[in-house]
């Protein structure tokens, strides 16, 4: 088949695009880098250079594909995150029809099925809805679990801290994935046929914010490591101060605090999902460490 993927040479789509072509398919990246390109090659997938905020690129990107999978890259830089997500669906939505294109598979979020009040996520659900609207095309949204490659954001504060922590407590239940979990996911679907619209939960495991501060400090060598909780008010200073901007900081402690509160997994938790992901937390924290 040909694959078209979007994200790069991101932390999904690499080992996303070396399970494709190892498989025999015919793949195309698309990444708004240049620099990507001798990379892309090297695996023996085409690059397709431009930006996603390009839908007539995008329309050529799509060209000749079978089947495409779909994602939408952080952006730090935009000051209305839930807009940005909802027209790059857009975008993708156009390129989508204008190919004819009958089957995609998006990377969605836990969470997804909540309108507002979940910080970036609220435009993942936008997002969702907008490839929902596409006649005759089957979509297959996977809501991924919080990754644990976000996780690496807190090395610096337990260097300097001797803590972990965030705008939710110790008791805190956190869904979460790996994104090699992901990949294979979504290798999965886009080689297996499907119709309609449909939506499949990938997790890899499901543990409290306290486990996860002791599952990485046993890992780093630091086996009383605390997860602490902020107020809101410390939580975006902290951000602040890390450098990210206002806009984003907001947002990351709005979805925080829809974490905190258990909505994110009610969906989840109501159709029986259960992890089905292999990278266990365990597994994770010897990738931590190595980081750390």
């Known amino acids: 088949m040909k694959i078209t993927v979007t994200g790069s040479l991101g932390n999904i789509s690499k080992?996303?695009?070396?399970?494709?072509?190892?498989?025999?398919?015919?793949?195309?990246?698309?990444?708004?880098?240049?620099?990507k390109v001798a990379e892309i090659e090297a695996l023996g997938a085409k690059a397709a250079i431009g930006s996603i905020a390009d839908a007539a690129f995008l329309?050529?990107?799509?060209?000749?594909?079978?089947?495409?999978?779909t994602m939408v890259p952080p952006?730090?830089?935009?000051?209305?995150?839930?807009?940005?997500?909802?027209?790059?669906?857009?975008?993708?939505?156009?390129?989508?029809?204008?190919?004819?294109?009958?089957?995609?598979?998006?990377?969605?979020?836990?969470g997804a099925d909540i309108d507002g009040g979940t910080g970036q996520i609220s435009g993942v659900h936008d997002g969702e809805l907008v490839l929902?609207?596409?006649?005759?095309?089957?979509?297959?949204?996977?809501r991924a679990g919080f990754f644990y490659v976000n996780l690496y954001?807190?090395?610096?504060?337990?260097?300097h801290l001797g803590f972990i922590g965030a705008n939710y407590g110790p008791a805190t239940r956190l869904v979460m994935v790996h994104p090699e979990d992901i990949a294979a996911a979504v290798a999965k679907e886009l080689q297996t046929p499907f119709t309609g619209k449909s939506v499949r939960y990938i997790t890899s495991d499901d543990r409290t914010a306290s486990e996860v501060a002791a599952t990485l400090g046993a890992a780093i060598g630091k086996p009383d490591l605390q997860w602490v909780q902020f107020t809101d008010e410390q939580a975006l200073e902290g951000m602040l101060q890390a450098g990210l901007p206002e806009p984003i900081s907001k947002n990351f402690i709005e979805m925080n605090n829809a974490v905190g509160s258990g909505i994110l997994w009610k969906?989840?938790?109501?159709?029986?999902?259960?992890?089905?992901g292999k990278i266990k937390l365990e597994d994770f924290a010897k990738e931590f460490a190595a980081r750390f």
């Open 267 to 276: 969906d989840y938790d109501a159709r029986g999902t259960q992890p089905n």
């Open 15 to 35: 080992p996303l695009a070396k399970q494709l072509i190892a498989a025999g398919h015919e793949v195309t990246i698309v990444s708004s880098s240049a620099d």
């Open 153 to 159: 954001a807190n090395i610096d504060m337990i260097k």
């Open 132 to 142: 929902n609207a596409l006649e005759g095309v089957a979509i297959k949204h996977l």
């Open 59 to 69: 329309t050529k990107a799509f060209a000749g594909a079978n089947v495409v999978y």
């Open 75 to 110: 952006n730090f830089g935009v000051t209305d995150y839930r807009k940005y997500v909802s027209d790059s669906a857009r975008n993708y939505a156009e390129a989508i029809r204008k190919n004819g294109i009958t089957r995609v598979v998006n990377l969605s979020s836990i």
